[in-house]
């Protein structure tokens, strides 16, 4: 893992997913290792609409989702940490995570976590989702009662990572632990906001109105 400390504060432009809950002009931080099959039925296709205007995945790359087999949807996972804002620009944000793989042992018994791989933010970041997708009536449910969201997000470009689909499939389960900093321009200071941790769907801190 890179020290949050050695980044400098230049912001590099990345197209995020950018979804969290709290009052106006309030730093949070979240992480998630969401199971596509765990998010609602009801939202599973605006979901899938969403990340594919929002995601570097080809137009509808994971359509197959929707009508899918049930090993399809529950080995396709989004793991992901955000460091989030809201309101005007007031700091360049940055979130890195590591993630860990649940491990088996012959008899099907879990037997813990074991790393895998870390993502960042790739630098220092303050970005919005396009207006064009914000003012979409048809995304509205990730906006509503939400002002400006700004993030930096540590994930995989296309959002969605579909697995092989595993047989048992509890073989397929993800733990993330996130690290979260903003870096303050009036004080010229790099800020710590601690570390999130899951191994679900979060859905709390996942944007959509509550239904």
Not at 110 to 125: D, K, P, V
Request: net charge neutral; with cysteine; charged share 20%.
């Amino acid at each position: 893992m890179t020290s949050i400390s050695r980044f400098t504060s230049k912001a590099c432009v990345l197209l995020m997913l950018s979804a969290a809950a709290g009052s106006a002009s309030a730093l949070s931080k979240f992480s998630r290792a969401c199971r596509f099959a765990d998010i609602p039925r009801p939202l599973q296709s605006i979901a899938l609409d969403f990340f594919s205007v929002i995601s570097a995945a080809p137009s509808g790359k994971f359509n197959y989702l929707w009508n899918g087999t049930v090993a399809q949807r529950e080995s396709a996972f989004i793991i992901e940490s955000l460091t989030t804002d809201y309101g005007e620009v007031r700091y360049n944000l940055y979130a890195e995570n590591q993630v860990y793989e649940a491990r088996f042992d012959s008899r099907d018994t879990f037997i813990g976590f074991e790393y895998i791989r870390s993502m960042s933010s790739g630098g220092w970041t303050a970005e919005k989702v396009p207006d064009d997708v914000t003012k979409n009536s048809h995304f509205e449910i990730f906006f509503r009662n939400r002002g400006l969201l700004y993030s930096a997000r540590a994930g995989h470009p296309e959002i969605i990572e579909q697995f092989p689909a595993a047989d048992p499939l509890r073989f397929w389960k993800f733990k993330v632990i996130g690290y979260h900093a903003y870096f303050n321009f009036n004080g010229n200071q790099t800020v710590t906001l601690g570390k999130s941790e899951s191994n679900n769907c979060n859905l709390t801190e996942w944007g959509f109105e509550q239904r």
